[in-house]
């Protein structure tokens, strides 16, 4: 019989009642260091005192209003977002989803508005992740999450990640624009070439294409700049986020320049719980600390530490791991032994982790872990490693 909870997830046999800062503790009293963040989300950890107070008080306050009134909470968290950012504007949603189909339809609408209704087409890439909705499985394209679903929605056209020929050779009269992810998340953690960032920008700039960027889980911090694409001091047309942006309180965001944005007029978009009290709450107590002079220097200091440590993992373990990749605290470790083992092994130490594609293990530890806990969880790997060499291997070391 079907499980009253939709069975939707492989879930690990693990229910949490409750946290502190990088941990995560069961009821039946076992504690485990939360490397994978929920999945890039905990970006300031569990229980943070700032956040915590924001959104108890901002609730006793009033939760919802809905946008056919103003809301100065999403006023100032706009404002603030396109201070530190490339953006003129901000549009508030719910999940990463639900932004880069906002971020979709202002590279459609923007090009229609300005005499090109026939460019409609968004180029994406191998490996990409940008969602489950309809549109989404589309334009993330890996029949994996396709299947069954069909037909898929028309307009998302697939090219090779960091091949900028290969890119230049799928534009069209119909090609729109571009969505790319900086850093590729589930596909495996797969940095952007920075020279690849910047030959985008111009691409778009020569063909007159809207350029998206995806920073769902790459931006707010996760990579020690506030977004990725600061890296290869690029900058999109139109970017969506999610994740991290609220500490784990459900939102998302499109931040957009006014040149595309100033299209989607009164009318042309919305969304009912987007941008409420409550969601803006939660996401400017996460800036108040993201923004703090020195935390992003911090995050960045802290993942060299953990990158240091864990190309010595990967010297040391050949045959259990393959490298290290990545961006500042969005790391993958690329397996020889299935990814699922090492993910296993690290469960069993205490450390938890997230898979990825191209068999992978991501670690995404909240923004705010110390070095002593990089080294706990560094120590973990160790212990876990050794359990993951094959046979043969952990024979001839003995
Ligand atoms: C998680 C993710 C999404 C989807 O976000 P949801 O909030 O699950 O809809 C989109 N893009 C990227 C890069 C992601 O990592």
């Not at 026939?118 to 994996?144: D, Q, W």
């Not at 020929?165 to 119909?174: E, F, G, M, V």
Request: a negative charge; aromatic letters at 8%.
């Amino acid at each position: 019989m079907i499980s009253a909870l939709m069975p939707t997830y492989n879930r690990a046999d693990l229910a949490f009642e409750r946290g502190e800062g990088v941990w995560l503790y069961t009821a039946d009293g076992r504690r485990f260091l939360d490397f994978g963040a929920g999945i890039a989300t905990s970006s300031l950890g569990h229980n943070h005192p700032h956040l915590v107070a924001a959104i108890a008080e901002q609730a006793a306050r009033v939760i919802h209003v809905s946008n056919l009134y103003r809301i100065p909470q999403a006023e100032r968290l706009a404002a603030r977002l396109v201070e530190a950012s490339f953006a003129d504007t901000a549009f508030f949603c719910n999940s990463g989803a639900e932004a880069n189909e906002g971020v979709v339809k202002i590279i459609r609408r923007a090009q229609h508005e300005s005499g090109h209704p026939e460019r409609y087409r968004v180029i994406c890439f191998e490996g990409a992740f940008h969602g489950r909705t309809l549109a989404m499985i589309s334009a993330t394209g890996n029949p994996k999450y396709l299947k069954g679903f069909e037909p898929a929605v028309d307009g998302f056209d697939h090219v090779p990640f960091n091949n900028l020929n290969a890119l230049r050779d799928a534009i069209t009269p119909q090609t729109a624009g571009i969505l790319i992810e900086p850093v590729q998340g589930e596909g495996g953690i797969r940095t952007g070439d920075p020279q690849f960032l910047r030959d985008l920008r111009a691409t778009c700039d020569e063909f007159g294409l809207i350029l998206g960027m995806d920073e769902v889980q790459c931006g707010m911090g996760r990579t020690g700049r506030l977004f990725a694409h600061e890296w290869a001091a690029v900058a999109p047309d139109v970017m969506s986020v999610a994740k991290g942006i609220a500490g784990g309180f459900p939102m998302g965001a499109i931040l957009a320049r006014e040149h595309v944005a100033r299209h989607l007029v009164a009318g042309t978009h919305a969304s009912t719980f987007g941008g409420n009290p409550l969601a803006c709450a939660a996401a400017n107590a996460v800036l108040d600390v993201m923004l703090a002079p020195g935390f992003l220097d911090g995050v960045d200091r802290r993942a060299r530490v953990l990158w240091r440590g864990l190309e010595q993992l990967v010297a040391d373990f050949p045959d259990v791991f393959e490298e290290p990749r990545g961006t500042g605290l969005l790391v993958g470790l690329k397996c020889v032994v299935p990814n699922t083992d090492v993910q296993a092994a690290f469960t069993e130490q205490g450390l938890l982790s997230v898979i990825a594609g191209e068999n992978v293990v991501r670690l995404a530890p909240p923004l705010i872990v110390e070095d002593a806990e990089i080294a706990q969880a560094l120590a973990m790997m160790r212990r876990g490693a050794q359990h993951c060499r094959p046979a043969a291997a952990r024979v001839a070391a003995k």
